[in-house]
């Protein structure tokens, strides 16, 4: 397929009605988020969904969250809870979905066969145009080929797709970086089912109660069955094999150094993933810093593009610093532990 790639802003009109077109006629249009870029068809037809799972490798049985540009979602679900009601007032258009039961126009396909639907209003306006302008919801996973560390950048994504969809648009980097927050809405709870820049206490401080699916919190091993069956998938993950080491940030660095060396004698290349406060003191290997641990968001928004950067460079074994995993560093180590396979050594 010959995919047309666009690097566009919020101002193209033309080109994101071109897209828009695409989307009509059941095409498949690469977008940007706020979050990562974004795989979109059209929501509400079937076939066009199906191309989706198709050009990702996606599995059948991970549902797809529908993107929406008005606030009325009344028409894709059964009913509206107030929780929900308060979360788009708070945080809408933003990172976080909601997963609300589903009304009958939405396809099967879209949600795998769940009786629930993930909806969610991104901020990006690029995003915003192209809905407006398709004039239906659009449904979309992150643009790229399943496995890999979701695209921030759209050369990410011409790396996973180029030559698999209609259309490529954009250009920015994605703001934040990482997958929106998923939570489950019910009358009397939110439940977080996948970790995200929305965080539970930004989710306590509107007056909601907040729970964490328990799955989420450690290693899959079948006996919770997490209730976002796409976080039971290897993710994110790089080629090298991944390990994360914990606890006191001096200890870490001599433990990595010592790694590094100890490899290096056995002709393998190691990547670190470090911090601006750590990476002068590594001696060898491929250091790259995510960014300063003083702000987590930009390591959150760093954190893919350098996953990416350590396959391109075709290191053997990645060590990374760990994170606390306090506010938005439980979604920035969800997506670390999953790159990793929940190799993680705490010292
Ligand atoms: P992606 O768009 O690639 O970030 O993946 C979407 C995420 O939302 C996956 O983890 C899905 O499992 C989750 N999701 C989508 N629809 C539902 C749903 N109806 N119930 C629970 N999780 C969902
Ligand atoms: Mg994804």
Known sequence: MDTKVYYIDEHDDEIIKKAAEVIKNGGLVVFPTETVYGLGANALDENACKKIFEAKGRPQDNPLIVHVADFDISKYVDYIPDNAKKIMENFWPGPITMVLKKSQIVPMLVTANLDSVAIRMPSNKVARKLIEYSNVPIAA??????????????????????????????????????????????????????????????????????????????????????????????????????????????????????KINELKMQGKMVGVLATDETKHLYNGGYIISVGTREKLGLIAANLFDTLREFDKIDVDYIYAEGFSEEGLGLAIMNRMKKAASYNIINL
């Open 141 to 258: 996973p992150s643009a790229n080929i399943s496995g890999r560390p979701s695209p921030t950048t759209i050369e990410h994504t011409i790396e996973d797709l180029n030559g698999k969809v209609d259309m490529i648009i954009g250009g920015d980097k994605c703001e934040f970086g990482l997958e929106s927050t998923v939570v489950e809405v019910l009358d009397d709870k939110v439940t977080i089912l996948r970790p995200g820049a929305i965080t539970k206490d930004m989710l306590e401080e509107i007056g909601l109660t907040v729970d964490i699916d328990p799955a989420i919190l450690k290693k899959p091993d079948g006996s919770l069955k997490p209730k976002s069956p796409g976080m039971k998938y290897r993710h994110y993950a790089p080629k090298a094999d991944m390990t994360i080491i914990t606890g006191r940030i001096d200890r870490t660095v001599d433990y990595i150094n010592h």
